[in-house]
């Protein structure tokens, strides 16, 4: 099991979902937390985001397992907000060992029907918000010559999506970052990689307008009818992954056992194929 005893991570995006599965299985490895989540829905999204109470939520969480834990509410598209973060962190706890910059959202349209502001809002949120949340990390890592950086991606940053291209767009973003940044902080003893899991199981799934993204043909489709829709798409025939297997590949990324594993772009895919370049 990982042992991350002393260590201090950052999550992003961790009131609900993936973020707060990330943190609490860096909580159970010993880490201690800081939390970062927007709390607030924004206008092209055409889901609800994560609220100040499922934040606080996931902060008694990591509280309950025994690690002292920071959570602010901000922006991550806000170089400022995410500064003050990181060095609010960093004065509290003496250290940062860890980033998981896992915020991000997700919303669809044919490709010629995109607004400016559809486009620059999920740009904004998913490519910069993540380089704002990892700039403001990476100086704090290298005063110390350590750190585990994940960033994560998509398997649509893999491969094509008809109705998705400015979610593809940032997510194939992301790879790209996380290869570059890797070379440049190689000699430092620090690693970044991009995750790229296929649909999980969480809130940003499981709503109304993402259902009727995949079943366009259906007037008020539920979880059911999505199900086989989903599970076609992969090779192992379940429809999506649940957010504690993120967690294992983002521990695995964290371990010493990978400090060996940079600059990859790590698929949690279930079979969907990448080739579709």
């Known amino acids: ?9 950052l ?10 599965s990330h943190a609490l299985a860096l909580a159970r490895a010993g880490a201690r937390l800081v939390l970062v989540d927007i709390a607030a829905d924004i206008d092209t999204v055409p889901y609800p985001l994560g609220t100040a109470a499922n934040l606080r939520e996931t902060e008694a969480m990591v509280q309950e397992i025994g690690q002292e834990c920071l959570s602010f509410v901000a ?6 907000a995410m500064t003050h973060v990181v060095d609010t962190a960093v004065k509290a706890f003496g250290r940062l060992d860890i980033c998981v910059a896992n915020a991000g959202v997700v919303g669809f349209g044919k490709f010629w029907e995109l607004t400016d502001e559809q486009w620059t809002t999920m740009v904004d949120t998913n490519l910069n918000g993540a380089f704002k949340t990892v700039r403001a990390v990476v100086p704090h890592m290298l005063e110390r010559n350590y750190g585990r950086i994940i960033i994560v991606s998509s398997m649509s940053g893999r491969m094509g999506n008809a109705n998705l291209a400015h979610y593809v ?3 194939w973003g992301l790879i ?12 430092h003893g620090i690693t970044v990689n991009a995750l790229c899991p296929t649909s999980v199981d969480t809130p940003m799934l499981h709503n109304p307008a993402m259902y009727s993204l ?15 829709r989903y599970a076609a798409m992969n090779k192992l025939g379940r429809p999506w992954l649940s957010a504690e297997e993120v967690s294992h590949a983002v521990m695995y990324l964290c371990d010493e ?21």
């Open 1 to 9: 099991m990982t042992n991350l005893s002393g260590q201090v991570a």
């Open 11 to 20: 999550v992003t995006g961790a009131a609900r979902g993936q973020g707060r």
């Open 75 to 80: 922006d991550i598209r806000d170089t400022a």
């Open 169 to 171: 767009a940032s997510k």
């Open 176 to 187: 790209g970052m996380a290869k570059s940044l890797s070379i440049e902080v190689a000699a």
């Open 214 to 228: 995949f079943c366009p043909d259906l007037t008020h489709p539920t979880r059911d009818d999505v199900m086989p």
């Open 257 to 277: 056992n990978a400090a060996a594993v940079t600059g990859q772009a790590i698929e949690v895919s279930l079979g969907s194929a990448s080739g579709q370049h």
